[in-house]
């Protein structure tokens, strides 16, 4: 009796433990979902696109650490920061990628990763030639009004904040705002006073040359990424790829390549960056119009363009492919395209193509998702060699009718002599398939898209 109680004993406490690292394991649930989905906010410095290209402090940091991971990137952003932590509370999303301040209440919230660097806290205001302008926290009172973005990390050091004022000034918490949006109100002059991270402070002073940013509200303080309580595994993975990124050097170059450059100024006075217009390309309504004829989002007609002519126009490739969307001379002639072709021209018959690709498809391949990968693989090598990567799966046991990890496989991993080989290479795990290639790097740009630009 006594030896089956403690059998019994073993078993609920193993089947507990298993339970609860099964909990913690986040990076197994990365790996079996298949891809990284991290949490970060819009901003012409931590995430946004520039003429089509996805770009940002946050998402170059992302990059890095999905391809340690070797998974692909998926992002969710919010300028509502209270709105990522209950994604990342709720296991939506795995990371928190945001210069999060090191606080008591964020050690409530998240798990910290590693500290990335440090930064003070700052008042923003205009130049000192305007009445109201502060010199210390003494000279504040009760009827200013001061501003600073809702940051339940930043708690502490807006109380701090307000116990050195001699006279209590009136705290406002904005949600649903950038802080980018903040700082552009207190250089309009929509507000008077914000409180704002230093670094932060100082890249748009580049651009807004009206702001003072010289009176500190507090010391120095640590910032880092967070992660939910229940993910040991992947705070483990994070900590290790911060560590190396910053033994290599990465990260200081990408830290200096939006903190310490001059280029900033430039891209907040393009029309084709995120924030300041809603604009991908000089091509928007035409891709707008056009995609309605293949039952697109517009943005993925957009992405493909990028990948194919990144919008310039003039374009021609080392196999003689031209034009916006890079059809070869045979297949322009066919879609009714010359070379002398407008740049309405030149996508028109490009959507004419996708059109004819997609009449050639067995209509088998009923998910809409997967029949526009095998639209793009088509595009790209041919819809001769999709039919008989079609026809490979099939042979080896894989569906013909989905993409991901099935026809797609075999599109990618074919032999040199052989693209058809009738040997079955699929234990060979040397290539990742599931990373590079014409068609993942068109959704994923399409993701990035979709975060920035409205429908």
């Not at 990260?251 to 217009?277: C, H, P």
């Not at 056009?290 to 490739?317: C, M, P, T």
Request: proline share 4%; hydrophobic share 35%.
């Amino acid at each position: 009796m006594g030896v089956a109680l403690v059998g019994i004993a073993f078993y609920i406490t193993h089947k507990i433990y298993y339970h609860e690292e099964e909990k913690k394991d986040a990076f197994k649930r990365i790996r079996e979902r298949g891809y990284l989905l991290a949490l970060t906010d819009r901003n012409t410095l931590n995430y946004f696109l520039y003429r089509g290209e996805p770009s940002g402090f946050q998402l170059e940091l992302l990059e890095s650490f999905a391809a340690y991971l070797d998974v692909p990137l998926r992002i969710i952003a919010s300028e509502d920061i209270s709105k990522l932590y209950y994604y990342l509370n709720f296991n939506v999303a795995d990371v928190i990628a945001l210069n999060l301040p090191v606080s008591s209440e964020g050690r409530r919230l998240v798990h910290y990763s590693k500290i990335m660097g440090e930064t003070r806290l700052i008042l923003l205001q205009q130049k000192g030639t305007i009445p109201g302008f502060k010199k210390s926290l003494a000279d504040f009172t009760r009827s200013d009004t001061v501003h600073a973005r809702r940051n339940v990390f930043m708690s502490p050091y807006y109380r701090s904040f307000l116990k050195q004022t001699a006279k209590r000034p009136t705290l406002i918490e904005e949600p649903d705002i950038s802080q980018e949006g903040l700082i552009r109100k207190v250089s309009d002059g929509s507000i008077r006073y914000l409180l704002c991270p230093e670094n932060t402070a100082m890249v748009y002073k580049r651009y807004y040359q009206n702001l003072d940013a010289s009176l500190v509200v507090f010391p120095l303080y640590a910032y880092a990424w967070g992660v939910n309580h229940n993910s040991d595994t992947l705070l483990m993975k994070l900590d290790e790829w911060l560590a190396g990124s910053k033994r290599s050097g990465e990260f200081k170059k990408t830290y200096l390549d939006y903190y310490a450059n001059q280029k900033i100024v430039s891209n907040m006075r393009s029309d084709y960056v995120t924030l300041r217009g809603d604009h991908l390309s000089p091509f928007d309504k035409e891709l707008r119009e056009l995609s309605l004829k293949i039952h697109w989002d517009w943005r993925l007609l957009a992405s493909l363009v990028y990948e194919e002519s990144n919008f310039r126009l003039g374009q021609v490739s080392s196999r003689s492919a031209y034009g916006l969307m890079q059809l070869m001379p045979e297949t322009a002639v066919k879609m009714g395209m010359d070379s002398i072709a407008t740049p309405v021209q030149q996508l028109a018959a490009g959507v004419r193509y996708i059109k004819h690709l997609d009449e050639q498809l067995p209509n088998e391949i009923t998910n809409p998702k997967d029949r526009i990968k095998f639209i793009l693989a088509s595009y790209n090598v041919g819809i001769g060699r999709v039919l008989l990567a079609r026809e490979k799966a099939k042979k080896f046991g894989k569906d013909p009718n989905l993409w991901d990890r099935n026809v797609e496989y075999y599109l990618l991993r074919r032999s040199k002599k052989d693209p058809y080989a009738k040997n079955d290479t699929l234990d060979d795990s040397s290539a990742d398939y599931t990373k590079a290639g014409f068609v993942d790097d068109i959704i994923n740009r399409y993701y990035h898209y979709r975060n920035n630009i409205p429908q």
